[in-house]
């Protein structure tokens, strides 16, 4: 039996019976961080993206962010990650995973001969999340 057979409740209980006080809060803390990042990673993997590129979008420097990957971003970034984590589930959903890269720093003339990496750079990350909920709107096309 794996940890993944049993429900989060019946996890926690097993978890918090096998260890000691001060693991167990580690270990919360090490999880929550890493729920922290997770969608800051999967940006970067998905997009392809250097730190030094994901720093710019976020206006802050590759040492800053690399510290955000190791011990979670600030809470005054939640607002902007939600939005790239958001446009990304997007992309991967209807982009192949592999063209995500390319359609991210293709120039659109929707996006006014901007990328969506240009967009997110320059405008926010808001407007990427707008932009490519609009890509994918079938509303536009459909009667």
């Known amino acids: 039996m ?6 989060p409740s019946d996890a926690a ?8 006080e001060v693991w167990a809060r580690r270990f919360v803390d090490a999880f929550d961080r890493r729920l922290r990042t997770e969608p800051l990673e999967r940006f970067i993997e998905l997009w392809d993206l250097s730190r030094s590129a994901a720093a710019r979008i ?6 800053a962010f690399a510290k955000w990957l190791t011990s979670g971003p600030p809470a005054s970034r939640a607002v902007s990650i939600a ?3 958001a446009a990304t589930d997007l992309l991967d959903r209807y982009v192949k995973r592999e063209r995500i890269p390319a359609v ?3 120039q659109a003339p929707a996006l006014g001969g901007r990328s ?3 967009l997110a750079e320059t405008e926010g990350t808001r407007e990427v999340l707008e932009a490519v909920r ?3 709107d079938l509303r536009r096309v459909q009667p």
């Open 2 to 7: 794996t940890i993944t057979d049993l429900s």
């Open 13 to 20: 209980e097993r978890i918090l019976a096998e260890a000691d």
């Open 58 to 63: 976020f206006g802050v420097s590759r040492q």
């Open 83 to 85: 939005d790239l984590a």
């Open 104 to 106: 991210v720093r293709r």
């Open 116 to 118: 969506l990496l240009e």
């Open 134 to 136: 609009a890509m994918f």
